[in-house]
């Protein structure tokens, strides 16, 4: 018996040092994990708060307000009491009628040692007198500074100040807000309801956030931010600026740990151009687009929804291009192009005059094209006129239903009408059976169809021969291209 006793003991050794190692190593990446996990989350935020609060300002804002010169806007007009009013403006004189002086508040911070100052345009817009506070510090300007505005940007609220200085500031650098992640440790600055200097933290609840603008690019944070911390910075654990507070989402006006922060890529293009051309310069492409939705990609032989539609080629670098109405962009300058909102941030990155190569999908087949930019700016700001030859008596017009539509060719009784161009061609929608699907996807009593299976259209018969040809081809989807108020969009009915 003793020898199999020394045989099994020599048989449990081995697993027993092998347990004994398994535990060691287990407690050791315990201890590592902590340790790690202490650098990622210090216990105090004081020493990063310490190093970044000097470049933080709390902006104060003015504007005069006039006062009314009448009663009116104070009473109705007729009411008993307008006399009353009358009378009381007559004994104050000039003095009753003094303007008055509205102050409000925000944030800013410092980007350069030679004054330049980063703020939300909301904050400054219409001011009349612009005064930076300092944080209170050794070095730090003792007293307000007068700002004066270099360039705003309201597309991204966006506006950079400027203050004289005689000694170098402390400023904070822009970090890499594409290499932040939901999750990341961030800490909010500002002067909050007006209460002075504050800090606040959390995290980055998401990314990638669109509220309103073409350009929207917001970090979505839960660190408190209130009325007051606008224009003020986000930060991350480095000290880089990585957003610009600008709005919350709040049922009360108070923060409930939803806020956006405009992302710092987005920040850093334009005042990098505010701050040399005292303005923004994007890149214009010239068209109108829309997302390709499953039954538009059906419609139209598309694999997929990736890509921008084009419903318009406008007059400018598009159409000089060689672009069509119905192209789908798929790729622009290299990158592929999966919505109309990378579309548009692409392009409006993109450096005025340069030319660009944009990869287009055109009845099944690929089609590149070399298209010179534009400049945003300048086409938004151009004013076009054009003149319009008088119309003579047209006959009573077709009228026709399809898919739910009762449909009408265009006459000058019904361009007056709808407010419709002279040299506008397609088909009036003149009732929409609310029933159909063409109701249900927002097509109305008034919308003209100037395109039908990606062709034009300037009759009745014309929308019958496209029609009938979706339907030899077998298409379970009919594309129709649809001006309403004059913005083009695509439409797309199933085929029953």
């Known amino acids: 018996m003793q020898p199999q006793a020394v045989a099994l003991s020599k048989q449990i050794q081995p697993l027993t040092q092998s ?19 202490a650098f990622a989350r210090p216990e105090s935020l004081a020493p990063l708060a310490e190093k970044i609060s000097p470049a933080v300002v709390n902006i104060t804002t003015s504007t005069v307000v006039e006062r009314p010169t009448s009663p009116q806007g104070i009473v109705p007009e007729g009411s008993p009491f307008e006399d009353f ?3 009381r403006r007559n004994e104050d ?14 944030s800013g911070f410092v980007i350069s040692e030679d004054g330049y100052v980063v703020t ?16 209170p510090g050794e070095g730090q300007p003792s007293t307000e500074l007068p700002a004066k505005v270099i360039g705003t940007d309201p597309k991204t609220d966006i506006a950079l100040l400027k203050v004289e200085v005689d000694r170098p500031l402390k400023f904070v650098p822009f970090g890499n807000s594409d290499q932040s992640r939901v999750g990341d440790w961030v800490i909010a600055m500002g002067n909050p309801l007006g209460q002075g200097f504050s800090v606040s933290a959390g995290i980055v609840s998401a990314r990638n956030r669109a509220l309103s603008g073409s350009y929207d690019d917001y970090i979505q944070t839960d660190a408190a931010i209130n009325r007051g911390n606008s224009g003020g910075p986000l930060f991350n654990m480095d000290g880089e600026v990585i957003g610009v507070n600008t709005a919350i989402l709040s049922p009360n006006g108070g923060s409930i740990g939803i806020g956006f922060s405009m992302a710092s890529n987005v920040v850093t293009r334009v005042v990098g151009q505010l701050r040399e051309f005292g303005e923004t310069r994007r890149g214009w492409l010239g068209v109108k687009i829309q997302d390709v939705t499953p039954d538009i990609a059906e419609a139209i032989g598309l694999n997929d929804t990736k890509g921008a539609l084009v419903n318009s080629v406008q007059e400018g ?3 000089e291009g060689g672009m069509l109405d119905g192209d789908v962009i798929v790729s622009f300058a290299g990158k592929p192009v999966t919505d109309t909102r990378s579309l548009v941030r692409r392009v409006a ?16 087949k690929t089609v590149t094209l070399k298209v010179k930019l534009g400049r945003r700016e300048d086409a938004e700001g151009a004013v076009q006129t054009a003149a319009q030859a008088p119309s003579e008596d047209e006959a009573a017009p077709e009228t ?3 898919l739910g539509l009762t449909l009408s060719t265009l006459n000058e009784e019904l361009r007056e009408q709808l407010s419709v161009a002279d040299d506008l061609e397609g088909l009036a929608i003149t009732e929409v059976d609310e029933t159909s699907e063409a109701f249900e996807k927002g097509l109305r009593a008034g919308d003209v169809i100037t395109e039908a299976g990606q062709q034009k259209i300037t009759n009745i018969a014309e929308l019958e021969t496209r029609l009938q ?13 649809v001006r309403r108020a004059g913005d083009p969009r695509f439409v797309a009915l199933s085929l029953k």
């Open 349 to 364: 990155n993109s450096p005025v005059g340069e030319t660009v190569r944009v990869l287009v999908m055109r009845e099944g």
């Open 85 to 87: 009013f009358s009378e």
């Open 93 to 106: 004189g000039e003095n009753g009628q003094r303007p008055r002086r509205s102050s409000a508040l925000g």
């Open 317 to 319: 670098p598009a159409k």
């Open 469 to 481: 040809e979706r339907k030899d081809a077998g298409r379970k989807s009919f594309l129709l291209l």
């Open 19 to 37: 347990r004994a190692f398994w535990l060691t190593l287990l407690a050791t990446a315990l201890v590592l994990a902590q340790t790690m996990a």
């Open 400 to 402: 026709k239903s399809v």
């Open 120 to 135: 939300n345009n909301h904050v400054i817009e219409g001011a009349d007198e612009i005064l930076i506070e300092f944080f």
